[in-house]
């Protein structure tokens, strides 16, 4: 491994998830100074994904696709002292793997331990002194850097109006809120609103938790995740397709009848951000509006274990899959009524529940964040959102734009804030692609390992 072009002032990142963490890594590998700031210890080298203390909560990829180096590909293998057959295979509980991060992130720091500096403390700004980023922290510190990188990470959902005004005990804005899967002794039908993968992860906890009602997951078409199959498929390499729009997904849909639809996905994953960039932002937006459920519960599987589970609870009428759009909701004595119209349908229902959990997803909105950076940088005109506004425009090479769309040369960001430039930059193999050419692009680096130029 070796680089050229090192300079005295470290990379500053601000966010200590995923995303920070292996970006961290990654330039110490690459020799150079770093401070990782992150004010919650909690999620420090794990993040939210994986900082969950929930055996249940499995990664929703196969071990053998789970290394943080695209140059190591065997590398949590080995970690896990799994062999290279039928135990890469296997979804590992995702608690596991934070602790594989963290262990990564302690290696790199004992390998450079005057190279890298962890910062407790919340970054509130960042502004541009012309030989140096400057952020200001939350004690009133400031840390000088060459560059600046954003690995924010996932916004909280954003609010929904229908559920405004019902008790915090009731109704859980945040999925990932302790109390939502605590006091179930009196629930009997619990509301997930979302039928994606946070649906389950939530189903899956109140299961453990001892929960035993029912639930209703709804959402605008009420898809359910699909699973991925026991074993992994052989995949073959296949050039990127020249069809663009409604011709791309008849192709794809082609190449599912005659390879079957999980590798007619797969074997997208090298070309899907390529094919995303190569659409303008009104197709991309048709692609939102229509296919992006679609896409996501064929392209975000369940590992087969969650899956069968499911199945298992949807035989026992347990668990129901509901397309319908939400009109109000009110209490009820000492339940919600939720009214919505069933998809399709003219009428009106009410669904009775003693508890709603928002399985939306992640904000990705920065004009609607509290963040206090995030309020800052917009205020300050360095940063704005991407077209779609599912998170912040940056360039390809990261950089993100400012109030009048120039890239600015210090200010950077990483993970599935970008995913208006990439679209598919929310997995560990995107991330882990994204942060290792930052890394190389912010060290002027040209060999890593045996990669060559």
Known sequence: MSRQGTTELPVAIIGGGFSGTLLAVNLLRLGARVVLIERDEAHLAKGLAFGTRRPEHLLNVRAANMSAYPDNPNDFLRWMGFDTTDQANRFVPRLTYGHYLHEQLLSAMTAAPDRVQICGQEALAVHDEGDAAVVTLAGGDIVRASAVVLALGNFPPPPLAPFADLPETRYF??????????????IDHVLLLGTGLTAIDIALSLDSAGY?????????????????????????????????????????????RYVGWRAAIDELRPHTQSLWRRHDAVAQR???????PWWDVHRHRLAPQVAGRVAAWVAEQRLSFVAGKIGTAHMAGDRIDVEFRPRGAAAEKILSVGRIINCTGPGGDVTRATQPLVRDLLAAGHIRPDVHRVGLDVDHTGRVRGAGGKPQQRLFAVGPMTKGEAWEIVAVPDIRRQVWNLARLLTASQWVGGEGL
């Open 173 to 186: 804005s945040n999925p990932w809120d302790p109390g939502a899967t605590q006091q179930l002794e009196t």
């Open 212 to 256: 035993r009602g029912r639930f209703t997951a709804l959402s605008r078409r009420g898809l359910a995740p699909r699973s991925h199959a026991e074993a992994g498929l052989l995949v073959s390499p296949i050039a990127c397709p020249e069809a663009r729009g409604s011709k791309l997904v008849q192709h794809v849909r082609g190449r599912a």
């Open 286 to 292: 048709r692609f939102l509006r229509h296919l992006r």
